[in-house]
């Protein structure tokens, strides 16, 4: 059984419909396990959520079902996102430190406007002017990294960054989760408030690499069904009562991610449970089960 992440792009199927409708269960079998929606990791998502551009997914199943997944959702064209060999970075603060340091081993061509003149600064002045973004070669830039602490400033250098180069693809950084749509709105790609994401999550995207780190968000246990024997999944209310959602189960037959909410255990199956630390925490005291110590079908990887 695999986890993974996919970012939903422009043109993808998904974009605008909410998860309950999705039908990627029905189509595909595999199981949508949690979202990061406008910056905020949803573990599970809200069935009602709606899906947009650059919504990050996590889903679980088996190898075959995650490709199914994957063609299902295939987008329409759009923009096609690339590794980029010239970079800009608006802001040398921890944000942009953190990025110039990781690009500069990567190889790649960097250029830093920021307010004052620290050494790794090409561009001294305001990042949210067009003659400092010309200065910097934007038209000929695949990315730009916004991260100025000030949210009306990124806003501005974001509008101004899309209309000087309709094709760059825009990484901004804001204080404020509220900002997270009108960045989005003013022509951000990638939207990542600071609350929730740290500095190297803004690089990874840059190398078609992880943007997250799912292993460090959810937590997987496997345990014994014996709390659930007599009763299905729908009558066990781990959901309403822990916050974990089941993802698979395994008896004599092997291991399945396709769970039936009217199962009924008999106590002799184990059981895959996917949840926030607080969630499994709450899982095992309500419960009262140890978990079983993890086996090499577990496996987290991402897909970006």
Same mark, same amino acid.
């Given at each position: 059984m695999e986890i993974t992440e996919i970012p939903i792009q422009p043109g993808n199927r998904l974009v605008g419909m909410r998860i309950r409708n999705s039908q990627i269960r029905e189509q595909t079998g595999a199981n949508i396990i949690g979202a990061w929606i406008d910056g905020e990791l949803q573990l599970p998502p809200d069935p009602d959520a709606v899906i947009r551009s650059n919504t990050v997914l996590l889903v679980s199943g088996a190898h075959d079902e995650l490709e199914a997944f994957g063609e299902f959702t295939q987008p329409y064209p759009y923009r096609t996102f690339r590794r980029h060999e010239r970079i800009i970075i608006a802001g040398q603060g921890e944000v942009g430190q953190a990025a110039r340091g990781v690009i500069a081993q990567e190889g790649l061509d960097v250029t830093t406007i920021d307010i004052e003149d620290h050494d790794g600064v090409d561009i001294v002045g305001d990042a949210d002017s067009d003659e400092n973004l010309q200065a910097a070669d934007i038209g000929a830039a695949g990315a730009i990294i916004v991260g100025l602490p000030d949210d009306s400033a990124s806003l501005l250098t974001t509008v101004l960054a899309r209309s000087l180069n =309709? /094709? %760059?693809?825009? +990484? *901004?950084?804001? =204080?404020?989760? /509220?900002? !997270? $749509?009108? *960045?989005?709105s003013a022509g951000a790609d990638y939207v990542l408030p600071v609350p929730r994401v740290s500095a190297w999550m803004v690089v990874s995207e840059l190398h078609d690499e992880d943007i997250l780190a799912p292993a460090s968000q959810i937590r997987? +246990? $496997?345990?014994?069904?014996?709390? &659930? *024997?007599?009763? !299905? &999944?729908a009558e066990s209310d781990i959901y309403e009562r822990a916050g974990c959602r089941v993802i698979a189960v395994e008896d004599d037959s092997g291991l399945t991610s396709t769970v039936d909410p009217q199962r009924r255990f008999t106590g002799e199956e184990r %059981?895959?449970?996917?949840? =926030?630390?607080? *969630?499994? #925490? #709450?899982?095992?005291? #309500?419960?009262?089960? =140890?978990?079983?110590?993890?086996?090499?079908? %577990? +496996?987290?990887? /991402?897909? &970006?």
């Open positions: =309709s /094709n %760059i693809e825009i +990484l *901004a950084r804001v =204080s404020d989760i /509220n900002a !997270t $749509r009108k *960045a989005r997987l +246990l $496997r345990v014994p069904a014996d709390p &659930l *024997a007599g009763s !299905t &999944l %059981i895959v449970l996917v949840g =926030s630390d607080e *969630a499994v #925490q #709450q899982f095992r005291k #309500q419960f009262d089960v =140890s978990p079983i110590e993890p086996e090499a079908w %577990i +496996l987290v990887r /991402n897909e &970006l």
